[in-house]
């Protein structure tokens, strides 16, 4: 059974930095995309960024473009979102997810099969 375990969440002021980890067990994580999502309250689940089997390919919502870097270590089965220049617009639920039987990294949902259950982020301004 594959397990995504996010770490790195905490309160910041704005224009702040966090690191953002993910650790993931039981599954073939290196040959599988991953990716992270957000979720404000009162809104839904967004995607954020996403990276391909090795790292070589990556994708952005268009919010965090410039400021937000995924990237992965596959000797180490974590997924990494290192966010710089952080706004309160940025405060949100963020999840990491992995796909099943894909090495192609993907801005949609539904398209992951397996979710972390979250780590918080506050931005204050």
């Known amino acids: 059974q594959v397990q995504l375990v996010e770490s790195g969440g905490g309160l910041v002021q704005a224009g702040g930095s966090l690191r953002l980890s993910c650790a993931a067990s039981?599954?073939?994580?290196?040959?599988?995309?991953m990716g992270w999502f957000r979720q404000a309250p009162g809104k839904e689940r967004e995607f954020v960024a996403a990276?391909?089997?090795?790292?070589?390919?990556?994708y952005y919502a268009d919010s965090v473009k410039g400021r937000f870097t995924i990237s992965r270590i596959n000797a180490k089965t974590t997924v990494y979102l290192q966010m710089n220049s952080l706004q309160p617009e940025d405060t949100a639920v963020y999840y990491c997810?992995?796909?099943?039987?894909?090495?192609?990294?993907?801005?949609?949902?539904?398209?992951?099969?397996?979710w972390g259950q979250g780590t918080q982020v506050t931005v204050s301004s």
């Open positions: 990276i391909n089997w090795r790292g070589s390919n990556t």
């Open positions: 039981g599954g073939a994580f290196s040959t599988n995309a």
């Open positions: 997810a992995q796909r099943r039987a894909s090495g192609v990294g993907t801005t949609r949902a539904y398209e992951y099969d397996y």
